[in-house]
Structures are given as structure tokens and as C-alpha cells.
């Protein structure tokens, strides 16, 4: 399995300001997701970030207002931008890992964001 | 229409009751199939593939069916621990990638 960490876990943000979450892998992986829970809901992806190629971004979502960094196999960063409260949300980092005959998703244990 | 509906719930089952969730996906090129466990604030972790020949795992039993895009989820002797949020997940490929689509979830709750 899959250890992921997150940092912060959780944040209190001022409306207009930016928050970058940190995922850390403890192995080397080609894919990581990047996933958005709102109270209630379900999973949304946000992008798919690959190591060494742009993040592939899902419908909605735009580059600009989710900045994603993906520096080598084991990190990436993805950004909130000039936040408002709708961002207010759990973010959630994955990787998953080919077993014998499927793909095992690992999530990180999520970023709690508030924005005031 | 979402891409993966199931049926939110929540589900309040006495202990030892057996309860079963269901799950449609409306895109056909769908090509493996996931059930995942949420418990409340924290992140989910697979319950259990789903393969089209069905498969068990203990109290679990989980069911596909291609032709009809359903897949399902049986619990047996329902234990207080499984109170959670299931989720139905599918994976397609799109684009030269793949992506997995999160149903909305299903609330269960064990009653002691």
C-alpha cells in the first residue's frame, strides 16, 4: 500500500488569498489525482498530474484558479487562487497502484479548506 | 445525468441484517469497477473490485452486469462498524489517460 501525507491538514483562509497543498507519496509513482469533496458530496476530480507533462485538467476546472506543480515521482502541489468561499472544501491527493488485475486507489488523508 | 448515480440514502439497518446498494454508470467504454469505503472525515479506501463473474470477500459480494451497467453491493450480517458512506467507483480511459468517476455515495447505518 500506499502512504500519502498532506500538508496543512486543515486552513482558515481570507477570501482573495491563495493556499497551496503539499501531497507526498513514500514511493515513486507515474500518476497522481487530485480530487475536491464538498460537504456532502462526493469526489470530484480536479486533474490528473503526471511528472514531467502538463496536469490534465477536468471539466470546470481551470489551470489558473488550480495551479498544480509535479516536480518528480514522490510530490506535487496543487494551488487554490484568489479563493472565495465557494472553494471552501476537502482536498484530497491519490495514487493508485497496479495489483494483479486492477488498480488500487490511495488518498491522502485530505486538506480541510475554509475560506471566510 | 450523472456519469455514476446511486441511490444516497442513508440505509438504517438493525445489526445482522443483510443490506444490498446498487449502482448505474452511463458510459458504456466503463472498464473496471470499484467499490470504496468512506468513513465520516476521512478519505476513502477500496472496499473491493468489482469483476463481471462476481466476487466475495467474507460478508461482501459485489456484482457486475455490462449489459445493463449496474453494479451492486451485498452485506451480510450487518456489523456497527460498517456504518459508513459506500461509494461506487468506475475507471475509463479518455484521452490517452484514465480517470476514475466517484458516484455520490451511499449512507449506512448499523442500528445496534
Request: proline share 4%; glycine share 6%.
Amino acid at each position: 500500500s500506499a502512504v500519502i501525507s498532506q500538508k496543512p491538514s486543515r486552513d482558515i483562509c481570507q477570501r482573495g488569498t491563495s493556499l497551496t497543498i503539499q501531497c507526498q507519496v513514500d514511493s515513486q509513482v507515474t500518476m497522481m489525482f487530485w480530487y475536491r469533496q464538498q460537504p456532502g458530496q462526493s469526489l470530484t476530480l480536479i486533474a490528473t498530474a503526471n511528472q514531467g507533462s502538463e496536469a490534465t485538467y477536468e471539466s470546470g476546472f481551470v489551470i489558473d484558479k488550480f495551479p498544480i506543480s509535479r516536480p518528480n515521482l514522490t510530490f506535487s502541489t496543487l494551488t487554490v487562487s484568489n479563493m472565495s468561499p465557494e472553494d471552501s472544501s476537502i482536498y484530497l491527493c491519490s495514487v493508485d497502484y497496479l495489483r494483479l488485475d486492477y488498480n488500487e486507489q490511495f488518498f491522502g488523508p485530505g486538506t480541510r479548506l475554509t475560506v471566510l | 445525468r450523472k456519469e455514476v448515480e446511486q441511490d444516497p440514502g442513508p440505509f438504517n439497518v438493525p445489526e445482522g441484517a443483510t443490506v444490498a446498494f446498487n449502482c448505474t454508470y452511463s458510459n458504456s467504454a466503463s472498464q473496471s469497477f470499484f467499490w470504496y469505503r468512506q468513513d465520516c472525515r476521512k478519505e476513502p479506501k477500496l472496499l473491493m473490485s468489482v469483476y463481471s463473474s462476481g466476487n466475495e470477500d467474507g460478508r461482501f459480494t459485489a456484482q457486475l452486469n455490462r449489459a445493463s451497467q449496474y453494479i451492486s453491493l451485498l452485506i451480510r450480517d450487518s456489523k456497527l462498524s460498517d456504518s459508513a458512506t459506500y461509494l461506487c467507483v468506475v475507471n475509463r480511459y479518455t484521452s490517452g489517460t484514465y480517470k476514475y468517476i466517484f458516484g455520490t455515495g451511499t449512507r449506512l447505518k448499523v442500528l445496534a
